[in-house]
C-alpha cells in the first residue's frame, strides 16, 4: 500500500507513479492527519510511505500518524521523500520510526521535486519546474523495481553535516521558523474556502469570508500555493514568487 502526505502535489505525483508500477492501493493520509484519527491499515503488499522532506526529516505530522497507526500483513516498509535538493540524513531517523511502529525499514529513496517552500526560498517557474518533474521520474522507477524485487533502497552516504542537519537543525527549524503568524489575506481574496478546506491539519477557519491561521500549523504551503487569486503571503517573504502546485 502507497501512503502519502503531501502540501503541494509533488509527494502525491511520486506516490501515483508507484503505485501504477507496483500496481498497488493509493492512500492519502490527509484524513486521517486532519481528524487525528489512528488508521487500521491491512496489507499483503509492502507499506510505501511518500512524503516531502520538512527539515531534512519526514514532515513531523507524518511521522506522528505513522507512529500511531497500526499496519498488518506486511512488515516491509520503503520511504521515499520528495525534496528541493536533498534529505540530509533522514535515513537514521526513519529507521528509528520504523522500530517504533514495528515495521521492518527498507530504506529511503530521495527524489528531487521542484521546491514548494516560498515562505524561506523560492519555487521554480512552470518550464523550469516540468524539467524538474520529469528528470525524477526514473530514479522512482527504479525504486519501485528496488520495491517489486524485494531489494532494500541503496543507503545514502551521510556524513556528519546531513546528521545535525536532520536532527539539532531539525529541532530548531521546527522552533525558530515553523509558525502561522505570518500569514495575511489581502482585499483579494474571493473568500473560496479552498485554503482552509486545503489545510491538513485544520488550521484554518473562514471567518466574515476571511481566512484565520491557528497555531498548528506545518508550513505545508498548501493555503498559500492553493490560492486561486494569490491573496495569500507570508510576511514579506512570498511578495513577487511565482506559487508552486505540482501540474501533474
Ligand atoms: C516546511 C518545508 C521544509 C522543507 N525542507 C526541505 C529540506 O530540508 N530539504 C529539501 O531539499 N527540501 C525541503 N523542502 C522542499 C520540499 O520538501 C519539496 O518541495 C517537496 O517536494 C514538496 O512536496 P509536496 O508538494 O508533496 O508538499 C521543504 C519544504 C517545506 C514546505
Redesign the pocket.
Known sequence: MII???????????AKILAEQLQDELVNSFHFIRESIAAELVSEKPWVFV???????L?HVFADFIRESRFSGSQDAWFV????????NADRSNKALCKEAGLRYRGTLE???????I???N?PEEDEARKIIAAARPGLERGAGCIREGRDFPGIQTGVVNRL?SSIVNKL?YRV??KAKPFTVSNACISCGKCEAACPLGNIQIQNGKPFWGDHC?????CICGCPVSAIEYGRASKGKPR???PE
Open positions: 502519502y502526505f503531501t502540501g503541494t502535489g509533488n509527494s502525491r505525483y511520486c512524503a516531502p522532506t520538512y527539515g531534512w526529516q514532515p521523500m520528495t525534496c528541493g535538493s536533498e534529505i540530509g527524489a528531487v521535486m521542484p521546491e514548494n517552500y515562505a524561506l526560498f519555487a542537519k527549524f521558523c515553523i506545518t508550513h505545508c504551503m498548501a508552486y502546485q505540482c
